[in-house]
């Protein structure tokens, strides 16, 4: 018997409408996606008199307080991390049962697609959106817990290879807001340049444009000491600096050697 993938269910909201073939909406690719960028973008509609909603680049990962062992490809909330006097933290104090509405957004860019026509350049790209409903977390429990959950996704293992427990005035500095999660999708975009037919066949053009997929991928870099460290690098993180590095050039250059369709 397959497995049975979970996947959001589409709507006006979450539905991909222009190349929808490339719609996503399995959770465990988009839950997947989220918790690999490291950068978020939370936007949201502050109170008061502002013409202009708000966009906050955040730091986020997907978990569950309640089933910790849950899965990508189970239901599960976002937790993200910033500072007590945060705009979104005041929003988020401030709001009533159910949470402020927000839009939580990922992406990474793996490969430069060079046509012919310029109206026919793109990206390699993986991108996902969330919609929820985000409120501050009170209970002490729940706050650790997301604590751990953030700081692993910056380097696995390093909360417990920290300082620990947080002093007070560290708790009491750093909030958390959980988005329980109402809708979302995904968009991916792979494979090699996808020239119109008139443009294949003009030969003047051939001859005088380069065409082809240029790979984007992350690099971690070679890590500097601060200059009161007294260790050498440990083991767990430099086994992920070279997986993560491995890994991005990985999905790059398959993207960029897929046959298009």
């Known amino acids: 018997m397959g497995r049975y993938e979970l996947e959001y269910p589409k709507d006006a909201t979450n539905l991909v409408k222009r190349h929808g073939e490339r719609g996503i909406y399995a959770l465990e690719k988009i839950h997947g996606l989220i918790n690999s960028t490291l950068l978020l973008h939370v936007s949201f509609n502050p109170p008061g008199d502002s013409p202009f909603p708000v966009t906050l680049p955040m730091i986020g990962q997907m978990g569950s307080f309640d089933r910790p062992s849950a899965s990508l490809g189970d239901p599960l909330d976002l937790y993200v991390h910033g500072y007590v006097s945060a705009r979104m933290f005041n929003v988020g104090r401030d709001a009533g049962a159910e949470g402020v509405p927000v ?26 959106v969330l919609f929820g409903h985000a409120a501050l977390v009170t209970d002490d429990a729940e706050k650790l817990y997301a604590m751990e959950l953030i700081t692993d996704s910056v380097v696995p293992q390093r909360w417990h290879n920290t300082r620990l427990p947080p002093t007070g005035a560290e708790m009491q500095s750093t909030s958390i807001l959980r988005v329980r999660i109402a809708s979302g999708s995904a968009k991916f975009r792979d494979g090699g340049v996808n020239d119109d037919k008139h443009d294949l066949e003009d030969e003047d053009a051939l001859n005088k444009v380069w065409t082809g997929v240029v790979p984007i991928y992350s690099t971690m870099g070679e890590p500097v000491p601060s200059g009161h460290n007294r260790i050498a690098l440990p083991k767990y993180a430099s086994e992920f600096f070279d997986e993560f590095s491995r890994d991005s050039k990985e999905v790059a250059l398959k993207a960029a050697n897929k046959k298009s369709e």
């Open 103 to 128: 839009c939580v957004s990922a992406s990474h860019v793996d490969g430069l697609v060079l046509a012919v026509s310029a109206f026919s350049h793109s990206y390699n790209y993986r991108s996902a």
